[in-house]
């Protein structure tokens, strides 16, 4: 099994060991054992409880990452019991508050929430303000810590007597730009610390880089901050990335993947998660998995036993809670839903989550991806990646940042996030695994990921992957695309590269262009590929403009350009540019220019047909 690594550290090491927080010889170590067993009906701690429940209970301000499920909610919960005085919990969700509240209650334990429609509910004001507080565990989301003028007093006259115990941020990645789900209402929790300096802090959350960590401690201002982590490896998961279809056909692929991949169990398909890019898709993939095709012999796979729901923020909240219930009870098997779906979502028995659309970045998928085998049995994590899919999300990026008027610095963070989304779905050679946690700033070697990824798995069926110096190519796309200032789409671009003579090309006498033919023999893939590694490294450039109409009926039109500063050093000669393409060991056929495209070769699909966009909605619901 993987050790754990467990950080405990302000920062500049300043007396910052797990081994502190790793022990029961605390004051409260004999009360809190018993709490956990009597109240909370728990034999022992998961990893990280034990040290995050003692350092809170030393008054330290810490940071706890654990994944959804994990067991975040105890390290507050627990403390919150064993002293008399008001822990204060800022949560993004009512939903979310309303889970926690039901536990509690089951529990026995005097919590609440404070919403808009209990602001004037006095008797909770009237408890704060008694001596002892019977209220151990008070809910509030961030707006309201900041508006509510009223609650602010309350909280004041707490302080003053000592009985303001702790704030606990949930989701605290929140706060930060940086990390995948920014709120601004967040950001205004930064005074926290200046109106209650002697008040623990502990910021909770199941994602977050470095930098969001960073971020996260600098924005409260809790330089002295603990941080407690796990590892990020989910070991029984397996990740994969495979070609996305196009419509129905993506739609048998699914069930195909579902029968093939053994997800079902006494023919009935196992519970899992399709995240789709829009509203429109959740409805679309829904209805479409619910349909059944007799003539492709669905009925024999799928006895009357595939059903999905949708889930979005387009629908009315009664709908989202139903289908939500629904799933979560085993009477649905799939939901298909939008990123709206997910937070504090917790279902141990999710066997699959796939990915009809990229997300926006490696820490939502790594989020996203993680909501299958909560309960530690096996959980399949499959991304149907396509490049048009890459090149939307780009230009959607830009659009709304041009709405909300972004700091450039923002819009340039979630387009680098973008791409190295991008860039784990074309790198085939590395480790899925190797390339997550990396993300992560964690090391992993990929002979742990034991064939748990495709890379691995094709490595260990006998392909292999070799660095393969593609510069020739890469100077003639550069050729090419410098003559055409205009810009050109990619599956033209490989056309041209590869010496076509089809009328798109002779039309415009693009046959004439330098760097014409420089790709003969190349693998229409290959070329793709080299192409979209140009795009990633930043020596193309790509941009999508929208066409035709508007709204549902707008079309785009994505065309690559050329980037002189970058290009330079290669067209002169002083850069060599390498990819690694996929090999097999034994039997490549006749040996085109590179290596045989096998058949784990990804993303093969040419997006030159402008596409239609169903809506833009980056999915989400406010509280
Ligand atoms: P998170 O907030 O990290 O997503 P929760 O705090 O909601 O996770 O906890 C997830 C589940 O794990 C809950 O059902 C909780 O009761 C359970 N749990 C947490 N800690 C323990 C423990 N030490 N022993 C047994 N069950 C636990
Ligand atoms: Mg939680
Ligand atoms: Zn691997």
Known sequence: NVSSSIVATDCEMKGGDAKDWDHTNFAWSKLIQQTLRNTFNA?????????????????????????TGGGKSLCYQLPAVVKPGVTVVISPLISL????????????????????????????????????????????????VVRSGKLKTALQRLYERNMLNRFVLDEAHCISAWGHDFRKDYTELRGLKHLFPT??????????????????????????????FDTFNRTNLTYEVHPKLKGKQMISEIKDVIVKRGLMRNKRVQCGIIYCFSQADCEKIASELNKVDRSAGDHTRFPKRLKAVP???????ATRKKHQEMWQRDEVNIICATVAFGMGINKPNVRFVFHHSMPKSLEAYHQESGRAGRDGEHGLCILFYSWGDASKARSMLMDSARKERAQPAVLQNNLDSLNTMVSYCENMADCRRTQLMAHFDERFERSRCRGMCDSCAAINAGVKFEETDVTNFV???????????????????????????????????????PGYGAGKGLDKSEAERIARAMVLR??????????????????????????????????????QFKIAFSKRRTGAKKAPVISAAVTVTLGTQPDTQPE????????????
Do not use: W
């Not at 309303?98 to 919403?115: C, F, K, N, Y």
């Not at 889930?311 to 909240?317: K, R, S, T, V, W």
């Not at 055409?484 to 262009?513: F, M, W």
């Open 43 to 67: 034999k022992s701690f998961r990893s990280l409880q034990l040290l995050a429940v003692n350092a809170t209970m030393a008054a330290r301000d810490c940071l706890v990452l654990m994944p």
């Open 97 to 144: 508050i309303q889970d926690q509240l039901h536990h509690l209650s089951e529990m026995g334990i005097p919590a609440t929430v404070l919403s808009a429609a209990k602001e004037s509910d006095n008797s909770i004001y009237d408890d704060l303000r008694s001596s002892t507080p019977e209220l151990r565990l008070l809910y509030v989301t961030p707006e309201k």
């Open 199 to 228: 008040t623990p802090i502990m910021c909770l959350t199941a994602t977050a880089t470095r930098r969001v960590q960073d971020d996260i401690v600098r924005q409260l201002n809790l330089p002295k901050c603990l941080r407690f």
């Open 311 to 317: 889930y979005h923020a387009g629908l009315p909240e």
């Open 475 to 513: 100077i003639g796309i550069m050729n090419i695309v410098r003559s055409v200032p205009e810009g050109i789409g990619i599956g033209l671009l490989v056309d041209v590269l590869r010496g076509s003579a089809a009328k798109t090309v002779t039309q415009k006498q693009y046959n004439r262009l």
């Open 538 to 575: 930043g020596y193309l450039r790509e941009n999508t403009v929208r066409s035709e109409g508007a709204g549902p009926f707008a079309t785009t039109v994505t065309t690559i350009h050329y980037n002189r500063p970058r290009c330079e050093a290669i067209q002169q000669g002083r850069e």
């Open 612 to 623: 239609a966009i169903d809506d833009f909605i980056f999915d989400a619901i406010g509280p």
